[in-house]
């Protein structure tokens, strides 16, 4: 395809908190560093309640009829695109190609060869939108002995990579991701550790509640020294980068062990301390790196919990922590576009790993396209 033609991608994403699906319309020309992006329309389309809760209930314990989980997850997904197509007055023939990243419900904890699984058939959604669908993003990357993430930090290079300075972007999804950018050299990238998996299970594990919204149940606890100095010693934070890592490491079993090991930590100290773990493996995880960034840009659900920013900017006295925003776009937007853009690299032949950002023998192009059968 040749890159100067307009391409017109919707790309589909959901976090490992599966509470809903982020969906940007994307118009792109040009290639590398050189598109142009336009976001044309983009929304967030809320998880049914009961599938949200078999996706937990999957990752908790993996003993739920995975086929069918899947094939409710593709048309889940599906029925998403063609609701925002037809709220926006598309045609599925208007598209170059749905870019989906599916539902995590699996990521190996550090071993490749255990792979990483996401749900949501592509064929299945192909033949249900009519479109070309382009998935399985990470498998490429896996089969090269690399993590198979993180793989956004292709996006931030396209769209950030020639700021003036030495950043991170971070992402605080379930999980902590972050991607270094540094002029005229190729980016890093790595997963942190714990994010907002850890503090939502604890919720749920207490409550009625999902999450603990706006960290305010964390900000009236304090941390407790003797779990902090516990959680620290976990071998992940002191592993080399690249890593990766997910829910199978930091969710809700880890929860279910310290709070077993720890009976007598109140709920408002394990969140605060959590918190504290956050904030903890993004700074010692920059400390590894080449080079140390001068600003942080923070996406994600986690930027919204005031006590985990409270206390990553603790852990990180020297580092200026600002929105994503302020680079020019929605920070809500930043994963719908990120596969948008791995779409786009698919179509154009380009590579979008690097052996710096997954720790694969070399770079990969990501992703699978299946055309409509019907």
Request: proline letters at 6%.
């Amino acid at each position: 395809m040749p890159a100067s033609r307009p391409r017109l991608i919707l790309g589909m994403s959901s976090g490992t908190s599966a509470d809903a699906v982020d969906l940007a319309l994307v118009k792109i020309t040009g290639s590398r560093q050189e598109r142009k992006i336009e976001v044309l329309e983009a929304m967030e389309m809320p998880f049914e309640p009961s599938l949200q809760q078999r996706v937990h209930a999957f990752i908790q314990k993996y003993d739920l009829p995975l086929a069918q989980l899947d094939r409710d997850i593709s048309f889940f997904f599906s029925d998403c695109a063609n609701i925002f197509l037809e709220k926006f007055g598309y045609l599925n023939s208007d598209l170059d190609c749905i870019a989906s990243h599916g539902q995590t419900v699996f990521h190996h904890d550090g071993d490749p060869t255990q792979g990483s699984l996401q749900l949501g058939d592509i064929q299945l959604m192909a033949d249900r939108c009519g479109a070309p669908v382009i998935g399985n993003f990470r498998q490429a990357d896996l089969h090269q002995g690399g993590q198979g993430a993180p793989i956004s930090v292709f996006a931030d290079w396209v769209l950030h990579g020639e700021i003036e300075d030495t950043v991170a972007i971070l992402n605080l999804g379930g999980i902590a991701n972050i991607s270094l950018l540094r002029l005229s050299q190729p980016p890093m990238a790595w997963d942190c550790g714990p994010a907002n998996g850890p503090l939502d299970a604890l919720i749920r594990k207490n409550s009625a509640e999902k999450c603990d919204l706006g960290g305010e149940i964390a900000l009236s606890g304090k941390r407790d020294q003797n779990l902090f100095e516990e959680l620290v010693q976990h071998p992940y934070f002191s592993a080399e980068l690249p890593k990766s890592t997910g829910l199978e490491l930091f969710g809700p079993k880890w929860v279910d062990d310290i709070c077993d090991r720890f009976p007598d930590v109140s709920l408002e100290d394990m969140l605060a301390t959590l918190c504290g773990i956050v904030g903890y493996s993004v700074s010692s995880s920059l400390k590894m790196a080449p080079e140390y960034p001068r600003f942080i840009y923070c996406c994600g659900g986690g930027r919204h919990n005031l006590a985990l920013m409270c206390a990553l900017r603790a852990a990180l006295p020297d580092v200026v922590i600002r929105d994503y925003s302020e680079l020019g776009f929605d920070a809500d937007l930043r994963e719908a576009m990120a596969f948008a853009l791995l779409g786009d690299a698919f179509l154009l032949g380009e590579v979008s790993t690097w052996p710096t950002t997954t720790g694969g023998k070399k770079s990969s192009i990501l992703g699978n396209v299946v055309h409509p059968c019907t």
